[in-house]
């Protein structure tokens, strides 16, 4: 079992839909969680941190579940620009904060 | 502040070459990361260091060396290099402090071995 499984993708989804992502983690003592957002050909960077209690920014809602060992992230009202490659990020309780990611969900957003 | 950066952003290896690639970033993080990214696929960890002079392999480590005598540089080494290493390499470093700090990313480099 990989340390770290999102959905499979493409998702291909009209402008304001809304959209979930889910990414499992096989480290029940991993510490930290995040999703980053890549776009084509270029270096991933952070979206969100994923804390226990949920958080959300704008249109963008994360969720953790400890029990069931995943995270989830939520898009309201898609744009265009949201069209990306999104990668859950897990930290877990080695040393260096060694972080394992997920292999990405492409998401397309037609208009 | 340049963040962290990368050199080259591409390179053409034969088969058997070797070659470094640069990274340096000016944040002052202790803590920097070498990843490949095949094709379509997620990021793996190659090796990382936790302050100048202390290494240590990632998840695929084998035909990859590394350094770190500054807090600065933290170069990848791949010695023999073999078609199976065409990839996307991305360097990335991250504050000591708080594991809910980030990990910053170099642009890249873009490496075919033919």
């Known amino acids: 079992r990989k340390e770290v499984e999102q959905d499979p993708g493409p998702f291909n989804v009209p402008e304001g839909a809304t959209v979930a992502f889910n990414c499992t983690y096989s480290?029940?003592?991993?510490?930290?969680f995040f999703w980053y957002r890549q776009d084509c050909r270029k270096e991933p960077k952070l979206l969100m941190s994923?804390?226990?209690s949920g958080n959300e920014d704008g249109r963008f809602t994360a969720q953790l579940n400890r029990a069931s060992q995943y995270i989830s992230l939520l898009i309201r009202d898609s744009k265009l620009s949201d069209s990306a490659t999104y990668l859950c990020?897990?930290?877990?309780?080695?040393?260096?904060?060694?972080?394992?990611f997920g292999a990405g969900t492409r998401l397309f957003v037609k208009a | 502040n340049a963040g962290v950066t990368q050199t080259p952003k591409f390179r053409i290896l034969k088969i058997g070459q070797s070659m470094t690639l640069q990274c340096t970033q000016d944040m002052n993080h202790n803590y920097m990361y070498w990843y490949r990214q095949d094709p379509g696929m997620g990021l793996k960890l190659i090796y990382y260091s936790v302050g100048a002079g202390i290494t240590d392999k990632g998840e695929v480590p084998n035909g990859y060396n590394v350094s770190r005598s500054t807090t600065e540089d933290f170069p990848l080494r791949l010695e023999l290099a073999a078609p199976s290493q065409t990839s996307v390499y991305f360097c990335?470093?991250?504050?000591?402090?708080?594991?809910?700090?980030?990990?910053?990313f170099g642009p890249g480099t873009r490496l075919t071995v033919l």
């Open positions: 990020a897990v930290i877990g309780n080695t040393g260096g904060f060694k972080t394992i």
């Open positions: 480290n029940s003592a991993s510490q930290s």
């Open positions: 990335a470093s991250r504050p000591t402090e708080g594991s809910y700090n980030e990990q910053f």
């Open positions: 994923v804390y226990s």
